[in-house]
């Protein structure tokens, strides 16, 4: 089965060996002993070795259980103080042979490999901790054994790195199907500013058709004024010609009238003078008869 690396927690390089080794109290991880093909790298141990890690596996778990909190209630009287604490722990990882804090480093980087690969094969991790088992504090004993058998957890972390999978998974489909909705949403807003732009549109429509038959009904008289200018421009030639014969008609005229025309003598204030004073002379006798006769 793949692990996805994500899901793994790697340890940190520079932290210090489990805390049961500095003087924590007892883990309460219980411990299941599973047999399974992983266990099969352990040949290399002594059969005698292998019993008596099991052996005093089972002695840990007891004491575990022994001093769970409903049988540790005298627990507090035996507590030490933080300086007695620290000095103990000083004593106690002095005392650590050389080749032991060997083996302790090499368990502690195979620890921090992927859980993934340890909860399938944890042996070489047992067979340092065969090694090291009656070597180091009990305390710090208590801690490793746990992790020299934490295949036993192999189906519950297998569990928890599938669902954490599964849930990165889930979260990103969320996220997908959330920006699937965002866009639906969008589009469904688009869909209703189009549909309410539709009287717009048909009222604009119907205004640029009466635009359009305004336009083709002034086209007809710019083409028709365009059509007379044409002609007119046409027939502007043999007009002009017509009018220059014309003109030359009436000039010729206008010359032969004044060579036959000859002046008159006087004035014409003068010849106006003598019609006014015979009209006078014209309406005295009238005047003078019409009283004979009794006309007046």
């Known amino acids: 089965m793949e692990i996805p690396q994500s899901a793994t927690t790697q340890p940190d390089t520079n932290a210090p060996l489990?805390?049961?080794?500095?003087?924590?109290?007892?883990?309460?991880?219980?411990?299941?002993?599973?047999?399974?093909?992983?266990?099969?790298?352990?040949?290399?141990?002594?059969?005698?070795?292998?019993?008596?890690?099991?052996?005093?596996h089972e002695e840990i778990r007891f004491k575990m259980e022994q001093d769970s909190p409903d049988n540790s209630l005298f627990s507090f009287a035996v507590a030490l103080s933080d300086d007695e604490e620290f000095a103990s722990r000083q004593v106690a990882l002095s005392s650590i042979p050389d080749d032991v804090r060997a083996k302790l480093t090499n368990i502690r980087s195979l620890l921090q490999g992927d859980i993934g690969r340890l909860v399938e094969d944890a042996s070489p991790i047992r067979q340092l901790f065969s090694d090291v088992s009656g070597r180091v504090p009990e305390?710090?004993?208590?801690?490793?054994?746990?992790?020299?058998?934490?295949?036993?957890?192999?189906?519950?972390?297998?569990?928890?790195?599938?669902?954490?999978?599964?849930?990165?998974?889930?979260?990103?489909?969320?996220e997908d199907e959330n920006a699937f909705k965002r866009q639906a949403q969008e589009a469904h807003r688009r869909i209703h500013v189009l549909e309410d732009s539709r009287p717009a549109i048909i009222s604009e429509i119907d205004r640029l058709k009466r635009r359009r038959a305004e336009l083709a009904k002034e086209m007809e008289q710019v083409t028709k004024a365009i059509s007379a200018e044409e002609n007119k421009l046409q027939e502007l030639p043999s007009a002009i010609a017509d009018l220059t014969r014309e003109r030359q008609r009436f000039a010729h005229e206008a010359l032969r009238l004044h060579r036959i025309a000859s002046e008159v003598p006087g004035s014409a204030e003068e010849d106006q003078r003598v019609l006014d004073s015979a009209d006078q002379i014209r309406r005295r006798a009238i005047t003078v008869i019409d009283t004979l006769l009794g006309n007046l």
């Open 139 to 174: 305390e710090a004993e208590e801690a490793l054994a746990p992790a020299a058998f934490i295949e036993s957890m192999r189906i519950p972390v297998f569990r928890a790195l599938r669902h954490m999978a599964d849930r990165a998974k889930l979260a990103k489909t969320r």
């Open 18 to 56: 489990p805390s049961s080794i500095e003087g924590a109290g007892p883990s309460t991880v219980p411990i299941v002993v599973e047999s399974s093909s992983s266990d099969e790298p352990m040949a290399q141990a002594t059969e005698q070795d292998t019993t008596a890690l099991q052996a005093q």
